[in-house]
């Protein structure tokens, strides 16, 4: 279907902009801690000869597309087998049709009829495009990727608004899959987070703070009233690994309240570090930033954050069981806030939250709460989809991929919180 060519590259044209997981500075840090990675300059067709049945096409029109790709890989089992993954890539081929056009075209208004003045392009109707993208770059990547690569995994950069939105498009794409058989499978474990919610930073301070729940609001003001003071660390800072080791502190101790897991110390500390010698010798990277709030000589809540041109990221977060009425949390999120703000990041994004918690009664309810109320747009990605290259090595990683995460999630996190 589509006619795509593949170019190995050394240079990018996007150092800080898009998402970071596809950033030089993201795929340089993550070499560093067992993944090795390519750049690539993509350019696809998509012929009218070869769009039969493709709800967007039009007869005459030739679509074409050129972008920037990164493909990290790793290995497994000392080397006899490894997995390509493409972080937040490809995009949908066909640009969808803006919301406000979609709102008027759907008026509720009886005495008022809406013509829309081009087709209606949202991401159901390119389904079938989609699917066979996904496989067609899978097949162009593949003579460039190491031969013991038994699949391709691709988190694309897709995403609705509700979470039956997008199981309807997943469940197209394993109808489209299965009917036209292709080799593409949905992961039942994701690796970047599916469900987050975006706060937007284009407005003003008082904008932003007025789309809070109004808790929250009073919460930051409660936080700054009790003494709490924040602290911001960047990777140029002379007590930066002892300020590392209080955050590393902070995260057993949140791991052991809520039954997660967490890096090793020197991956917080080489992701900090780097960004800061990386910027510090003019090389326009993310800027990677730790957060501690202080009480009264208590170190009692921390944050690590991203901040680049199009995006500010909440990485990671960890806080002490003491002194959390003084809502350390809140006024940690509101300073990173305001500080990627001034960056020039246009959304903050909260980077996972339950996809359900409304429902008092939903196991997930607090955390949903906790990032839900900054005002945010939630937002549902498809999560993780494997093209198999070597589909019999693959279902044996699959099947132990899922005990893993079955072990971890289900078993030894359920027994941490049933202990409470």
């Not at 003001?221 to 602290?231: A, N, P, T, Y």
């Not at 002194?323 to 960056?343: S, V």
Request: hydrophobic letters at 35%; glycine letters at 4%; aromatic letters at 12%.
């Amino acid at each position: 279907m589509f006619n795509i060519t593949v170019k190995k590259i050394d240079e990018s044209q996007h150092q800080n902009d898009g998402t970071f997981l596809q950033t030089p500075f993201w795929c340089q840090f993550k070499a560093r801690h067992g993944w090795s990675y390519n750049r690539f300059l993509i350019h696809y067709e998509l012929p009218p000869e070869n769009s039969e049945g493709c709800e967007n096409s039009k007869k005459d029109e030739v679509l074409i597309k050129d972008f920037e790709l990164a493909v990290l890989n790793r290995s497994f089992a000392k080397g006899l087998f490894s997995i390509a993954y493409i972080p937040m890539a490809p995009d949908l081929p066909f640009e969808c049709t803006p919301d406000e056009l979609l709102n008027k075209a759907f008026d509720d208004d009886e005495n008022q009829v809406s013509i829309i003045p081009q087709d209606i392009v949202t991401p159901e109707t390119q389904t079938i495009e989609f699917a066979h993208l996904l496989c067609d770059l899978a097949k162009a990547l593949k003579p460039f990727l190491p031969s013991n690569t038994m699949a391709i995994r691709f988190d694309p950069n897709l995403g609705f608004s509700t979470p039956e939105d997008r199981d309807a498009f997943n469940f197209g794409l394993k109808t489209v899959a299965f009917a036209d058989g292709l080799k593409l499978k949905k992961n039942k474990v994701d690796i970047q987070p599916p469900d987050s919610t975006l706060v937007d930073l284009t407005g003003t301070e008082e904008e932003i703070l007025n789309r809070m729940h109004q808790k929250w609001r009073y919460n930051i003001r409660l936080s700054e009233r009790k003494g709490v003071v924040i602290h911001k660390y960047t990777g140029n800072d002379v007590n930066l690994s002892e300020k590392i080791d209080r955050f590393y502190e902070l995260t057993k101790e949140t791991n052991a309240r809520d039954g997660n897991s967490c890096h090793a110390k020197a991956y917080y500390l080489d992701l900090i570090k780097s960004s800061g010698e990386e910027n510090n010798n003019n090389q326009k990277v993310p800027e990677i930033s730790l957060y501690i709030a202080e009480h009264e000589g208590d170190e009692i809540a921390s944050i690590m954050t991203l901040f680049s041109c199009d995006e500010a990221i909440y990485l990671y977060g960890a806080s002490s069981n003491n002194k959390r009425n003084l809502m350390p949390n809140h006024l940690l999120q509101w300073t990173a806030m305001k500080d990627a703000k001034i960056y020039g990041s246009k959304v903050y994004d909260m980077y996972g939250m339950p996809p359900e918690g409304k429902d008092e009664n939903h196991p997930m309810h607090g955390l949903y709460m906790f990032k839900a109320n900054f005002g945010g747009k939630n937002i549902h990605r498809i999560g993780s989809w494997d093209y198999k290259l070597k589909p019999f090595i693959y279902c044996f990683y699959n099947c132990a991929e899922n005990l893993r995460a079955f072990w971890f999630k289900k078993v030894k996190k359920s027994k941490i919180l049933r202990s409470k």
